[in-house]
DNA sequence: CGGATTTATTCATCACCGTTGAAATGCTAC
DNA sequence: GTAGCATTTCAACGGTGATGAATAAATCCG
């Protein structure tokens, strides 16, 4: 029962890379880097071992590849730059839950980020993304004294919603409906945005501050 | 020149044990679980390999016995419980600052939340301590509606900070000193303690809300 | 003291992992 | 058609964590 292909190329034109892509985005995603063998993903494949060697350079390269095709996190946060400022937090808050739960992009950024804090390449990478687009974009559309330290701020409360939401399912956090994240987070968001000294008057937002003001 | 060790017990008390041990917390704090291999740690020993799964079980074994003697991060926090309510979320920032940046036990949280990340296992090991331990505790303290939830938003901040100061090391807020950090943070963290509907009052704690105790 | 038992240690080997080079085969351009 | 390129398998390598058997010291017990 000798029931191995024969050496060379197939008949035909399938799109044996294609298929290898997929496998290995699905099992990535639902078992991570580790767990998951070449091996496996060659057997899955109907392919030898050595074709994924010859296509994607490495196991890190085929993950690279087979994560490639994500959303652009910061669409987000442009999308919610545009509407009024007083209720950017809320906007950014309900755009974040948006992408982070949609089934496709979701487990694909949480395997991303997963690996971005064990892996530091990877990780280098993700740091830089989110200081350039999210941090100074952020800051820039704040404005006033130490706009990046107060994006930071905000920012760290975005990285512990995801942190603990969807990386460590804590709870009550994890199973919270979208409306009392909005709920809790979104005065906490707020608070953050201002500057450190002020106290926030009822009822309006912080005076004196147009949204296209200076820089830090 | 054969410098194999004669195969049975060695001569003396040497407590084998700990010198593994002792390497082993080394190494895998410098290096990262998966980069060290028991054969390295073995040879740096002088001892062979099968010796750590004799003593340990499996590299997990060793893993977790290596990183075992860590602070209990619950101690910051029932300290932070006892001093004056108003300026609790100082002292707990304060506190995990204080924790996280010890030379010993800092490098240890960061390696322990490393894996809790990417192993299932640990993570939900991980999960449970800080669900009662963290969570449960500031909720009992809060007391009011929804404690468990405003107890989350001051947590998911918290989370967020250690991610990413620690873990992730995004500026700006890495570079933080401690001061800046309370000074942009704490606003936040004492907004999130509050309940949602709530505006802040200038200068005082939140005064007393109507009783209907709604379930959120 | 001396034999039996427990504890510590090495050796040899296993199955599996990712990577690599060589060979074989089909497709495409001239 | 045939030369060259793209795809595919095969065979092997060195490295990994784990495991069972052999051996020697320490300890217990009479």
Redesign the pocket.
Known sequence: M?K??????????????AVILDIARRRFLAEGY?A???????AEA?????????????????FGAALALAVNPAEVLAEALKGDPATFPQRVLRGVLAVWEDPVAGPTLIAMLRNAIQEPAFGALVKEVVEREIVDRVAAWLGGAAARKRAAAFGVQIGGLIVTRYLLRLEPIASMTPDEIVRHLGPGLRRALQEPGQRQEPGQRPAGRPPGGDRS
């Open positions: 000798n191995s292909a024969p050496r060379g190329r197939r008949p035909g034109s399938p799109d044996t890379r580790h998951v063998t070449l091996r496996s993903i060659a109907g392919v030898d071992l050595a074709l994924i060697s010859y296509f994607f350079g490495s196991k890190k390269g085929l």
